[in-house]
């Protein structure tokens, strides 16, 4: 129930925590635009949000006020989180960091917490528990929102490595029956497994008999993804493929040798480029240069 | 419903058509390596590609008869295997080592010429030679 502010600063002792807050609330409702301008001023004053032009800063700032207010006075965060979620998705590809995000919202708090002190300030008793009753609640707000933001963020990073991982990872024929499948960068649990699934599909539509794994541009592979190298080439074994592992670097040699990988099963040729010889004599082809005059 | 065996020419043919017990199996087995004397067969080809799972017992047997009939003097190719079922094998340990394998029906039919022709082509695959 939203008391009517009326000319009595101090209310009644026993008023409890929601009847204040929803004084304050109205009191907040009462002075929005003021206060909104102020907010929105020391946004600008700040050099926060530059990324975006001072009337978008106003609008915005109207919209979270509201949201934020609508907040306060019913404790309830869904509808918050869910606008807090939009404004992320819509100001993170501008380039807006985390760090303004959080001081944005600090900022309302502080604007709010000053007009109750200048509101409140006769009576220090009255201050104290409409405090009381505002900085939990706006604490859980700043948390929304900047935990919003936060996780929207992580949601952008982890759909672009998912692009990266499905670019990274073509399988190439390059004869007949013969598929190349060049990894490049770092492989994980996850991108290992998709890397097998693919390469066995691959088997299966290409019809190959023999697979050119060439793992030059791999920097380092722990025990975990060399044994599912290895059960990698096994099942390509069960789908009647061959598996030729190429370009294994040094430091990938000694780490495979040291952890003990099983690696009598696995065909390894020096580079690229000797596979693909192994390959073609495993399938039958001889590649000759064509002899005549035009041949330096 | 027993496995049906198919000859054609030196070659036997058994096509499973649907998920097989394991005295289904034994059945499948103990027929395969009587047939192979009785038809004087010179290759056989197991076709899986019905299958979705291959478990220790049918990878077992899958295994013995391979072994089996390579002592009465024939060669065993099993084909079909799906992918994603040939990976659940791998992570189980079921390597079917010492059984050649090939994609499909056509494959290992081929194979099979191959070999019997005397050529060998192809890729060896690891043990078949043994």
Redesign the interface.
């Given at each position: 129930m939203p008391h009517a502010v009326t000319g009595s600063e101090t209310g009644a002792p026993s008023q409890s925590a929601g009847a204040l807050l929803g004084e304050l609330v109205a009191h907040l409702r009462q002075h929005q635009p003021q206060l909104r301008e102020e907010w929105a001023r020391r946004i600008i004053a700040g050099r926060l949000l530059s990324a975006m032009s001072a009337d978008e800063v106003h609008a915005e700032a109207a919209s979270i006020y509201d949201n934020y207010v609508e907040a306060l006075k019913t404790g309830t965060l869904e509808a918050l989180q869910a606008y807090a979620r939009g404004l992320s998705e819509r100001i993170i590809p501008r380039g807006v960091e985390t760090s303004e995000v959080v001081e944005i919202v600090l900022l309302l708090r502080d604007v709010l917490a000053r007009s109750l002190f200048a509101k409140y300030q006769a009576d220090a008793g009255v201050l104290n528990r409409v405090l009381d009753a505002y900085e939990p609640a706006a604490n859980r707000i700043a948390i929304t929102v900047a935990v919003g933001f936060v996780e929207e963020r992580e949601r952008t990073i982890r759909e672009q490595q998912e692009a990266i991982r499905e670019l990274s990872t073509p399988v190439l024929q390059v004869r007949e029956r013969l598929l190349i499948l060049p990894i490049i960068g770092l492989i994980d649990r996850q991108r290992a497994r998709q890397l097998?699934?693919q390469l066995?599909?691959a088997?299966?539509t290409n019809?190959a008999?023999?697979v050119v794994i060439d793992i030059t541009g791999v920097a380092a592979m722990d025990s975990n993804v060399a044994n599912h190298l290895v059960?990698?080439v096994?099942?390509?074994?069960?789908?009647?493929?061959?598996v030729i592992v190429t370009g294994l670097s040094p430091e990938i040699a000694q780490t495979l040798v040291q952890l003990g990988v099983e690696l009598t099963?696995m065909h390894t040729v020096g580079d690229l480029q000797g596979g693909i010889e192994e390959a073609e004599r495993?399938?039958?082809y001889q590649v000759t240069p064509r002899a005549g005059p035009a041949a330096g | 419903m027993p496995v049906p065996i198919l000859k054609q020419g030196a070659t036997l043919i058994a096509s499973i058509q649907s998920a097989l017990t394991d005295a289904e199996l034994r059945q499948l087995r103990d027929a395969l390596v009587r047939r192979v004397g009785q038809d004087r067969a010179r290759g056989v080809v197991v076709d899986v590609t019905a299958l979705d799972v291959l478990d220790s017992f049918a990878s077992r047997t899958l295994r013995d008869i391979v072994h089996m009939i390579r002592l009465r003097g024939a060669e065993t190719v099993v084909v079909g295997i799906q992918p994603d079922v040939a990976f659940a094998m791998v992570q189980l340990g079921l390597t079917l080592e010492g059984v050649t394998t090939a994609l499909d029906l056509e494959e290992g039919l081929d194979h099979l010429a191959r070999r019997l022709a005397g050529d060998g082509g192809g890729p060896d695959q690891g043990g078949s030679g043994a």
């Open positions: 097998t699934e066995l599909r088997i299966r019809r008999k023999v059960l990698t096994e099942a390509s074994r069960l789908l009647g493929a061959v099963k495993l399938l039958g | -």
